[in-house]
């Protein structure tokens, strides 16, 4: 490991990018994401990897409940701002959303998820928390906000079908 530029090699794999809310007694809470991946079908569970240092972590373990908010295309500003320290005031401030089952979803994401805290693990300097779906949606004709090699990848995207 020692010459191996552990960060450069994940940057290998390609993914969407989320935004993880929750509402805390302090108010919304929500970082950028994109270590989330689907877990189980039956029952459906999800998971997410958390800094230690996150704060959204410490909103998601008071209220036992998170939002996966699978962004689009057209929230790369909202992905940019979330990824910030910024007050969370700020964040939510800039930021349509609603609450859905006592989490805040952010509008005009491409999907989203509202997820009960099943369980944690926490693993060097991470946390994985697992989550229970307790709802969700999607909208039909949004594209993705992808993320590859520490860089945004925008539309066109083709798509058959
Ligand atoms: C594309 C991208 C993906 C990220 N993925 C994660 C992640 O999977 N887990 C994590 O804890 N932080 C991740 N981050 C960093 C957090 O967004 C950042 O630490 C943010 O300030 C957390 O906000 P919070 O402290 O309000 O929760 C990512 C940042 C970017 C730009």
């Known amino acids: 490991m020692a010459d191996l530029d552990f960060r450069a090699l994940l940057g290998r794999w390609g993914t969407g990018v989320s ?12 970082g950028t994401v ?6 189980s079908l039956e029952p459906p569970l ?18 036992e409940r998170f939002a996966v908010n699978i962004l689009s295309a057209a ?16 964040k939510f401030f800039e930021t349509p959303h609603r609450l859905e089952h006592g989490a805040p979803v952010l509008d005009g994401s491409l999907a989203w998820l509202v997820c009960s805290l ?23 004709h949004a594209d993705p906000l992808l993320y590859y ?13």
Do not use: W
Request: with cysteine; charged share 25%.
């Open 19 to 30: 935004v993880i809310t929750a509402q805390s007694s302090e108010g919304p809470a929500g």
């Open 34 to 39: 994109n270590a989330f991946t689907a877990l």
């Open 46 to 63: 999800v998971l997410v990897c958390f800094d230690l240092s996150s704060r959204t972590l410490h909103a998601v373990r008071e209220s």
């Open 75 to 90: 929230q790369q500003e909202t992905s940019r701002l979330f990824a910030t320290k910024r007050p969370q005031s700020d």
């Open 118 to 140: 099943d369980s944690e693990l926490r693993r060097g300097d991470h946390v994985i928390a697992i989550g229970q779906v307790l709802d969700g949606g999607y909208d039909e």
């Open 149 to 161: 090699r520490g860089s945004y990848l925008q539309p066109p995207m083709s798509k058959e079908n």
